[in-house]
């Protein structure tokens, strides 16, 4: 009897989870996309890289070089959001530069297993970064996102900027739940910056109208759903 009532209470929360997604899908589906989600200009570069990403005939050392450099171009990006306060320095020529210095610490979340490719890109910007991660899953039977696992920095609240990382953004669902979960660690949402390759038109609108003052840096967005294939390449598993 205990086991059927909470099967019962789980089904009626899977329902109304994947009903508020479905709600908030038509809320947003033919919104113009947030002046918040800042796309990479898509020089010949970008697109030539792109191409050689999404080609399922690129071999793995080829696309791991430049998976690394794209999400690289994504980090410095997500830096441009980043406070800076004036600085005035004197070079070794005895020149006096006026310059700009971080206004505060910056750290990362990475949102397991696939945020950790872009773990290379982020050492390569911010050799020092302070990172956490979380590990959210998706319910196969109810299709609801769930938390198992999370380590952040103790400070995290103190941080000016906190980048959250995740290649592929689909539903929005487990980015949600992410930043959920840093407002709720005292992060103010304003400094969140999601960082992401590929994201759904949908998704990200999700997430942007529930978190409208967040940022969000992405290579390519994408009308359908897509499945989850970055870190299937990336890790050759």
Request: hydrophobic share 40%.
């Amino acid at each position: 009897m205990v086991v059927k009532h909470v099967q019962r209470v789980l089904q009626e929360k899977s329902k109304k989870h994947q009903e508020d997604l479905q709600k908030l899908g038509k809320q947003v589906a033919d919104e113009p996309l947030s002046s918040n989600i800042l796309l990479l200009k898509q020089t010949k570069q970008i697109v030539g890289m792109s191409t050689i990403i999404q080609d399922p005939m690129t071999d793995e050392v080829e696309f791991l070089f430049y998976f690394d450099r794209l999400s690289t171009l994504l980090v410095e990006k997500a830096m441009d959001n980043v406070h800076f306060n004036a600085a005035t320095i004197q070079t070794p020529q005895e020149y006096t530069y006026d310059g700009l210095k971080p206004a505060g610490e910056v750290s990362a979340v990475v949102i397991l297993r696939a945020g950790s490719c872009f773990e290379t890109a982020l050492k390569r910007v911010i050799p020092d970064c302070k990172t956490g991660r979380v590990l959210i899953q998706t319910n196969f039977r109810s299709g609801e996102p769930e938390l198992h696992y999370q380590k952040l920095p103790t400070d995290i609240s103190s941080h000016d900027s906190v980048l959250l990382l995740d290649p592929q953004m689909s539903s929005g669902g487990a980015a949600l739940m992410a930043v959920k979960v840093l407002v709720d660690h005292g992060v103010p949402e304003e400094n969140i910056v999601f960082v992401t390759y590929v994201a759904g038109k949908l998704g990200v609108s999700r997430l942007l109208k529930v978190f409208p003052k967040m940022k969000v840096v992405v290579c390519t967005i994408v009308e359908d759903l897509q499945e989850r294939w970055i870190e299937k390449r990336y890790f050759r598993c």
